[in-house]
């Protein structure tokens, strides 16, 4: 009886010990904290706290080979971040960085003494991207490089859900991982993931966003749903243009029935979809975050005239690209879209270099055009095995291309706007990398299967019983 008792006091001194123990450590990081604040000093040490975590959280991940890749992807960016704060810049950190920044300090210095802050560039998009440096200046003080870290962060998850997606297609975890590998090594993704701009964000909510939408529509479960609109919608906070793939959800959301996987014109689903859509349409219009990228009448889309002015003020600067090439009709709008969507994803042409370093652009466009190339393999894929993702998919892609290539006439601009959506690009263009040449060689120790084993079905399973795909 004695000799427990004293087991127990020994036990509860020993917890009491490590209390006192941790509230001294937790002391001093706040005393450090409080004296280094605001400084690349706090920064540094901030972020060794949270490195900490979030590598304890990736050793966490059941497959090993998806942990490895996710470590790499943080090493990489958060290298990069750090070359970028204590070494030199990095490219295309310029204006849009510099004033990102500073309107964030401006919201942070506003919320600290509580008088009115002169903004700089506080309208549309960008007023939210710099709300959330303006929060975390709030807590940290002016250190750009957490900022910085918090991009890293989500360039890392952006790596995550490419995994998850292809896992969604149905495909094997050798694709995944490919994917997954591309997405964490592919430069524009490591290198917006490690500055200051919005563009990881935009891309990390649009990639969860599809995620969802897939989810949807292999489970037909409503939440689902919700989830895909409602990070859809922080996507379009950050930048309106990304709305549009909201009409593809829309199409899906009105005519298509998940949980049965079946296309109907006409049914509850329908009417319902219909109103929800006319509603939201109606939110997005009196929206001005939503709509800063898109004109205030719609119909404006499909008139010559003004898509020939928009055109005509993007083709500004040394890397501008068809010059010019102005639509003088709805059919000439028709015509030129095809050679506009060409040119966004693959300038800039060897022919367009004029300086050498213009050669970065080259590069970013070569692996563009592989990408493309196994995309079309990939779209194949999934066409034959999961018929509404092969629709959903190649829909999204057309409407954003076709958007944002009549909104684009610079590779420079280029460059930085189909990053958005190259993670997605990406998860497509693994399905046709998995089985190609170029997987042997990269990765000789996968073996090339016959062509049923790229994706987890039989050839018996309709398209549509997506249900049964997963299994």
């Known amino acids: 009886m004695n000799l427990s008792y004293y087991k127990d006091l020994k036990n509860s001194q020993m917890n009491y010990s490590s ?4 509230g001294i450590i937790a002391g001093i990081f706040i005393g450090l904290g409080s004296i280094t604040r605001g ?24 497959d090993p080979v998806l942990r490895n890749i996710l470590i790499i992807a943080f090493a990489l960016r958060i290298g990069l971040a750090l070359v970028n704060t204590f070494i030199l810049p990095l490219p295309d950190t310029g204006n849009d960085t ?11 210095t506003a919320w600290n003494t509580g008088l009115e802050a002169n903004f700089t560039f506080a309208y549309g998009a960008p007023f939210i991207y710099s709300k959330i440096i303006g929060v975390i200046y709030f807590i940290s003080g002016r250190v750009p490089l957490l900022v910085q870290f918090v991009n890293v962060v989500s360039g890392v998850f952006i790596v995550y859900y490419v995994y998850k997606i292809i896992i969604e297609f149905g495909a094997t975890k050798r694709s995944a991982q490919i994917g997954s590998v591309i997405t964490a090594l592919f430069p524009t993704l490591c290198l917006y993931s490690a500055i200051t701009l919005r563009e990881t964000f935009t891309s990390f909510f649009l990639i969860v966003s599809v995620f969802y939408f897939l989810k949807w529509l292999n489970s037909g479960k409503v939440s689902k749903l919700v989830l895909a609109v409602a990070f859809l919608l922080l ?15 829309a199409i899906f959301f009105i005519f298509y029935e998940a949980k049965t996987k079946r296309w109907r014109l006409i049914g509850k689903q329908s009417f319902l979809g219909i109103f929800i859509v006319t509603l939201v349409i109606m939110v997005i219009i009196f929206n001005s975050f939503l709509m800063n990228k898109l004109p205030g009448d719609l119909r404006l889309v ?3 005239d003004y898509m020939g002015v928009k055109v005509t003020q993007a083709a500004k600067g040394g890397s501008a690209y068809l010059v010019g090439f102005t639509p003088n009709s709805i059919l000439d709008i028709i015509i030129q879209s095809p050679v506009r969507m060409v040119y966004f994803l ?22 563009y055009l592989v990408l493309v190339f196994y995309s079309i393999r990939g779209l194949k894929y999934l066409k034959k095995y999961n018929n509404s993702a092969f629709w959903a998919v190649t829909l999204m892609l057309l409407i954003f291309i076709g958007s944002f290539a009549w909104g684009v006439s610079n590779f420079g601009t280029a460059i930085r706007h189909r990053q958005k959506i190259v993670a997605l690009i990406i998860a497509v263009s693994s399905l046709g ?22 994706m987890k079905v039989k050839k018996t399973i309709r398209p549509f019983t997506l249900s049964r795909l997963l299994k």
């Open 19 to 22: 209390i006192i123990l941790l």
């Open 39 to 62: 400084t690349d000093l706090f920064g540094l040490f901030f972020i060794s706290i949270c490195c900490f975590m979030f590598m304890t959280i990736l050793f966490k991940v059941n």
């Open 98 to 108: 510099v004033v990102y920044e500073l309107t964030g300090w401006e919201y942070a």
């Open 235 to 249: 996507s379009s906070a950050l930048f309106g243009a990304m709305i549009v793939i909201g009409v593809i959800y």
């Open 302 to 304: 499909f008139s010559p």
């Open 346 to 367: 693959l300038a800039p042409f060897p022919w367009m270099i004029s300086s050498p370093g213009q050669l970065l652009g080259l590069i970013d466009a070569l692996l």
């Open 433 to 454: 990398i998995t089985r190609s040449w170029l997987a042997k060689w990269v990765l000789p120790r996968f073996k090339a299967k016959q062509e049923g084993d790229d």
